[in-house]
């Protein structure tokens, strides 16, 4: 489909929202319960048949919830309209078992609308829509459950009364639906749109029955014709089918949901000046869900705490080492001196400086991957040669350097005990690959410092460089009668190519 069609096939269903939303909007005021009632039944059937096209046009994956979907629109028109229409006396409890029925089918949809979405970090999510949600049902009970139960204690008074805990529970689902929307799921902001819409006309109902506001049926009809049509404007849009695949969270989403919580704290903290008049039972009710609503929170920061010290961790870990072979990187090897100081103190300080003959043979022969793959091996057979104590880390490319608090004689045992390690050829994935390694070996006796770091490997890269051009394997910077150093570039980026 083209993206003219599309753009035409918008507008159409645009400009017939707006025809019907103006139809909406003004057939309360023309007066009387006939054109209010006649209206309803063409939305409610005109959302129930762009329901069935974007089932039968998009096919998505998950159909269940747009059944449910489907289920509650009729559901809810028909208890709308027994109140409506003045036939509660002779109608109830049909109208509350419709509206009932209505709302658990939406909240099933709205589940399994979100059910499937595998997102990071989807336990704090969770909280934090719970707590948006605690703090809508500690207003609740303020202003709408504990004045409708002042009236008496029948069936009736608690039924009204369990419609605000209802709402307070899609309030959390709608809380975590809006965190977890992104911005091409067009269809879930319709969904999303027909949900507030929702709440609106239960809010309305709601007030009514506390006797705190007087409204007119053919007017609380409005925010529940503007949900059915959101809904059916949802179905038909072409997203609908891939509600299910979500992105991965951003960090401003969680900064949004602390937001959203610190304000329901904020309202939540002005319930005991609102409500200075409340019963005993009130009170008992409202300190219960405060104290659920602080316990949240708490768990919630610690939650955050916990994840920023492991993000602080990993970035940290991945400042020090190389990605490739975990081993530490060149920043992390010049801080040496500095963070051991303690433990070197008084120490002879050896730095061995290896170098992996032929590597750039091989890296071209069988290409970087094959090369990285070379590498990572090597690193690990140098590791387990060393011992913790020792400082590991890949200098760049294929250039390794081993930091040991050892004497020189000790030294030279490490290093003997590095290019045995060497002997047995590599089992890579093109075949046995034979390398060999050189190392050159720099010692110092005074107290390290950082520019000792850069003696040490200028020194013991002239000795290594020695050891590979006669093919020694193993040569100590004392031991150069005519020491030859190249020149050796200190770079201070991460390697993470083997390209040379």
Same mark, same amino acid.
């Given at each position: 489909?083209?993206?003219?069609?599309?753009?035409?096939?918008?507008?159409?269903?645009?400009?017939?929202?707006?025809?019907?939303?103006?139809?909406?909007?003004?057939?309360?005021?023309?007066?009387?319960?006939?054109?209010?009632?006649?209206?309803?039944?063409?939305?409610?059937?005109?959302?129930?048949?762009?329901?069935?096209?974007?089932?039968?046009?998009?096919?998505?994956?998950?159909?269940?919830?747009?059944?449910?979907?489907?289920?509650?629109?009729?559901?809810?028109?028909?208890?709308?309209?027994?109140?409506?229409?003045?036939?509660?006396?002779?109608?109830?409890?049909?109208?509350?078992?419709?509206?009932?029925?209505?709302?658990?089918?939406?909240?099933?949809?709205?589940?399994?609308?979100?059910?499937?979405?595998?997102?990071?970090?989807?336990?704090?999510? *969770?909280?934090?829509?719970?707590?948006?949600?605690?703090?809508?049902?500690?207003?609740?009970?303020?202003?709408?459950?504990?004045?409708?139960?002042?009236?008496?204690?029948?069936?009736?008074?608690?039924?009204?009364?369990?419609?605000?805990?209802?709402?307070?529970?899609? !309030?959390?689902?709608?809380?975590?639906?809006?965190?977890?929307?992104?911005?091409?799921?067009?269809?879930?902001?319709?969904?999303?749109?027909?949900?507030?819409?929702?709440?609106?006309?239960?809010?309305?109902?709601?007030?009514?029955?506390?006797?705190?506001?007087?409204?007119?049926?053919?007017?609380?009809?409005?925010?529940?014709?503007?949900?059915?049509?959101?809904?059916?404007?949802?179905?038909?849009?072409?997203?609908?089918? !891939?509600?299910?695949?979500?992105?991965?969270?951003?960090?401003?989403?969680?900064?949004?949901?602390?937001?959203?919580?610190?304000?329901?704290?904020?309202?939540?903290?002005?319930?005991?000046? !609102?409500?200075?008049?409340?019963?005993?039972?009130?009170?008992?009710?409202?300190?219960?869900?405060?104290?659920?609503?602080?316990?949240?929170?708490?768990?919630?920061?610690?939650?955050?705490?916990?994840?920023?010290?492991?993000?602080?961790?990993?970035?940290?870990?991945?400042?020090?080492?190389?990605?490739?072979?975990?081993?530490?990187?060149?920043?992390?090897?010049?801080?040496?001196?500095?963070?051991?100081?303690?433990? *070197?103190?008084?120490?002879?300080?050896?730095?061995?400086?290896?170098?992996?003959?032929?590597?750039?043979?091989?890296?071209?022969?069988?290409?970087?991957?094959?090369?990285?793959?070379?590498?990572?091996?090597?690193?690990?057979?140098?590791?387990?040669?060393?011992?913790?104590?020792?400082?590991?880390?890949?200098?760049?490319?294929?250039?390794?350097?081993?930091?040991?608090?050892?004497?020189?004689?000790?030294?030279?045992?490490?290093?003997?005990?590095?290019?045995?390690?060497?002997?047995?050829?590599?089992?890579?994935?093109?075949?046995?690959?034979?390398?060999?390694?050189?190392?050159?070996?720099?010692?110092?006796?005074?107290?390290?410092?950082?520019?000792?770091?850069?003696?040490?490997?200028?020194?013991?890269?002239?000795?290594?460089?020695?050891?590979?051009?006669?093919?020694?394997?193993?040569?100590?910077?004392?031991?150069?009668?005519?020491?030859?150093?190249?020149?050796?570039?200190?770079?201070?980026?991460?390697?993470?190519?083997?390209?040379?």
């Amino acid at each position: 489909m083209s993206i003219s069609v599309i753009r035409h096939g918008t507008l159409r269903w645009c400009a017939l929202l707006a025809g019907f939303a103006g139809a909406v909007s003004i057939a309360p005021l023309v007066g009387g319960r006939a054109l209010p009632f006649l209206l309803l039944i063409v939305i409610v059937a005109g959302s129930l048949a762009m329901i069935g096209f974007g089932l039968y046009r998009h096919r998505p994956a998950h159909r269940l919830p747009w059944y449910l979907l489907a289920a509650s629109v009729p559901l809810f028109a028909t208890g709308a309209a027994i109140r409506a229409l003045g036939l509660h006396p002779t109608w109830h409890p049909a109208d509350d078992l419709c509206t009932l029925a209505a709302y658990l089918c939406l909240g099933l949809a709205s589940v399994g609308w979100l059910q499937p979405r595998r997102v990071t970090n989807a336990r704090d999510l *969770w909280l934090d829509s719970t707590l948006i949600g605690l703090s809508a049902l500690l207003a609740s009970w303020t202003f709408l459950i504990s004045p409708i139960l002042r009236h008496d204690n029948g069936f009736d008074t608690v039924l009204a009364a369990s419609y605000p805990v209802i709402h307070a529970l899609l !309030v959390t689902v709608l809380a975590h639906s809006l965190t977890t929307v992104v911005r091409s799921e067009t269809s879930l902001r319709l969904l999303q749109a027909a949900l507030i819409a929702v709440l609106v006309g239960g809010l309305i109902e709601s007030l009514t029955a506390a006797d705190t506001i007087a409204v007119d049926p053919e007017f609380a009809l409005v925010p529940q014709q503007w949900a059915y049509l959101l809904a059916g404007l949802a179905a038909i849009h072409p997203t609908m089918g !891939v509600l299910h695949d979500a992105d991965e969270l951003h960090p401003h989403r969680s900064r949004q949901r602390a937001g959203m919580i610190a304000v329901a704290l904020v309202a939540a903290s002005l319930i005991s000046v !609102v409500g200075a008049d409340l019963g005993v039972v009130d009170r008992v009710v409202i300190c219960s869900l405060l104290t659920l609503l602080l316990v949240g929170v708490l768990v919630r920061s610690e939650r955050a705490i916990a994840r920023s010290m492991r993000s602080e961790r990993r970035a940290q870990y991945q400042a020090d080492h190389d990605l490739l072979t975990g081993l530490f990187n060149r920043a992390a090897l010049l801080r040496a001196p500095h963070r051991y100081r303690d433990q *070197w103190a008084g120490k002879p300080l050896c730095l061995l400086f290896i170098d992996l003959d032929g590597f750039k043979m091989v890296n071209d022969s069988y290409g970087h991957a094959v090369g990285d793959e070379l590498i990572a091996n090597a690193a690990s057979r140098i590791r387990r040669t060393t011992h913790h104590a020792d400082i590991t880390a890949r200098y760049g490319g294929d250039e390794f350097v081993v930091l040991t608090p050892r004497t020189r004689s000790d030294a030279a045992v490490l290093a003997e005990q590095l290019l045995s390690a060497f002997l047995r050829p590599f089992e890579l994935s093109c075949g046995e690959i034979p390398i060999t390694a050189s190392i050159g070996v720099a010692c110092v006796t005074t107290r390290p410092t950082e520019k000792t770091i850069y003696d040490l490997l200028r020194n013991a890269d002239a000795a290594m460089y020695h050891a590979k051009e006669f093919r020694q394997g193993l040569t100590f910077h004392d031991d150069l009668r005519k020491p030859t150093p190249r020149r050796l570039h200190l770079r201070t980026t991460n390697p993470t190519s083997t390209a040379v």
